[in-house]
């Protein structure tokens, strides 16, 4: 399986950004979906996560304002982030979960693969 990020840089309080993640599973069937992101001196949080039944969940930081989606024709996962602010600063990762998993936003060690991450940074 690979994911790799695209879609970061850098955007003023208020802003949007869309994340994108292009997977390549191959036989591999993901059950789960994710985002996370790592600030300095902080561990990898989960935001947003998409099962492969459609159900989302979202860190309560962001409700309202991201929103997790997926194209599954491109097997991209994307993640839009409005009103953007310098608290969502951080490095984001997708993931994907080939084993079914706990409702809502679980910890980043339920997840099998990943992506190298990309940067995304808030002024204010």
């Known amino acids: 399986v690979q994911m790799m990020e695209s879609g970061g840089g850098s955007v003023q309080a208020g802003g949007s950004l869309r994340l994108s993640c292009a997977m390549s599973?191959?036989?591999?069937?993901?059950?789960?979906m994710g985002w996370f992101r790592r600030s300095p001196g902080k561990g990898r949080e989960g935001v947003a996560r998409l099962d492969s039944d459609g159900v989302t969940a979202y860190a309560d930081s962001v409700k309202g304002r991201f929103t997790i989606s997926k194209d599954n024709d491109k097997n991209i996962l994307y993640l839009q982030m409005n009103s953007l602010q310098p608290e969502d600063s951080a490095m984001y990762y997708c993931?994907?979960?080939?084993?079914?998993?706990?409702?809502?936003?679980?910890?980043?060690?339920?997840?099998?693969?990943w992506g190298q991450g990309i940067q995304v940074t808030v002024s204010a």
């Open positions: 599973t191959g036989p591999v069937r993901l059950y789960a």
């Open positions: 993931a994907g979960a080939h084993n079914p998993l706990l409702p809502g936003i679980v910890d980043d060690l339920w997840y099998h693969h």
